[in-house]
């Protein structure tokens, strides 16, 4: 499966945005798909996951609250919607899809996901 990551952009604090992850090569609904986000001089972190059931993960506590996950069948495409964007929200953001031992799994381990994104960048600032 190969995946194009969309949406990022320059953001004020307090704003919004909706990164697009759209699929091709294979249905979205067969695998868990995560978004990462890596900052300038940190490691690349997960996000939220949604696995092959639909069900959803939240990894990053600071975004708790903020960030949701969704999949629309139709479109093959994952979406991250960020609310009330922060200056440490600024990252490059990146989605990864992986086939887990379980369909109501999720992961945050890089390892698991073999198809990635190049990426989409999110600068939250005034």
């Known amino acids: 499966v190969q995946v194009v990551e969309s949406g990022g952009g320059l953001v004020q604090p307090g704003g919004s945005l909706r990164l697009s992850c759209a699929a091709s090569?294979?249905?979205?609904?067969?695998?868990?798909t995560t978004w990462f986000r890596q900052a300038p001089g940190k490691e690349r972190e997960a996000v939220l996951c949604i696995a092959e059931h639909g069900g959803s993960h939240v990894y990053a506590d600071s975004v708790r609250g903020r960030f949701t996950i969704s999949r629309d069948k139709e479109k093959n495409t994952v979406y991250l919607q960020m609310n009330s964007l922060k200056p440490e929200d600024t990252a490059v953001y990146y989605c990864a899809v992986g086939k887990l031992r379980q369909p109501n799994y999720c992961s945050s381990a890089v390892r698991d996901f073999g198809s990635w994104g190049q990426g989409t960048q999110v600068t939250v600032s005034s």
């Open positions: 090569g294979s249905n979205l609904d067969y695998y868990a």
